[in-house]
């Protein structure tokens, strides 16, 4: 039997998407063998993140900085607006280097059977950065979901009316699939055949 501390370590890393109780005890042993490398440098990590994370006041991204990196960089395309469901998405997209404007994050996506209501997202946040004009282009890059496109949707309704174009992902993408696990060439044929939704 492990000790009450290496248990409730494991407990902490079978929380984690992707990890059971068997994978933690895996992660666990393996960090315990490496203590003085892996496992100092884990927790003085966590310990940095944990110090200086903070959600951006502009986008909802998550970084070291507000507003984040992203808000912050001049060589990004201030009138094209992507909008994502939440933060993982974001880097999905970013990390695939195709789109080169800004994003909005909603923090989550409508549901009535979770109880998800407009109000309970950035999407006022979102109407009033639009409004505050600049933009030319929103993207909604919701998920290919039910709940990701009725979102999609409850938002161009909301954005008729203001002077910028609205555009959507393709639907090449997987029904049901999320942006966090598409490869780069899936999401690149998405960005270049988005189309206006409407």
């Known amino acids: 039997m492990a000790s009450q501390e290496i248990e409730r370590l494991t407990a902490a890393l079978a929380r984690l998407p992707g990890l059971g109780p068997r994978s933690a005890r895996r992660a666990v042993l393996w960090l315990i063998k490496r203590r003085e490398g892996a496992l100092v440098e884990l927790v003085e990590a966590l310990g940095a993140v944990r110090a200086t994370l903070v959600e951006c006041g502009t986008c909802g991204n998550v970084d070291t900085t507000d507003p984040c ?18 933060v ?8 695939a280097r195709l789109f080169t404007g800004r994003y909005h994050v909603l923090g989550g996506r409508l549901s009535a059977l979770d109880g998800v209501r407009p109000e309970d997202l950035t999407i006022d946040r979102l109407l009033a950065r639009v409004a505050a004009g600049g933009i030319d282009e929103v993207l909604l890059a919701m998920n290919a979901t039910l709940e990701g496109q009725t979102t999609a949707h409850y938002i161009a309704e909301r954005l008729e009316g203001l002077p910028v174009r609205v555009t959507q992902l393709a639907h090449g993408l997987p029904v049901g699939g999320e942006l966090d696990y598409l490869d780069e060439g899936t999401l690149a044929q998405a960005i270049r055949a988005r189309r206006p939704l409407g």
Request: aromatic residues 4%; hydrophobic residues 45%.
């Open 88 to 95: 993982a998405d974001l880097w999905a997209l970013d990390r």
């Open 69 to 86: 990196s992203i808000c912050a960089d001049p060589r990004r395309d201030a009138r094209a607006l992507c909008v994502v469901e939440e």
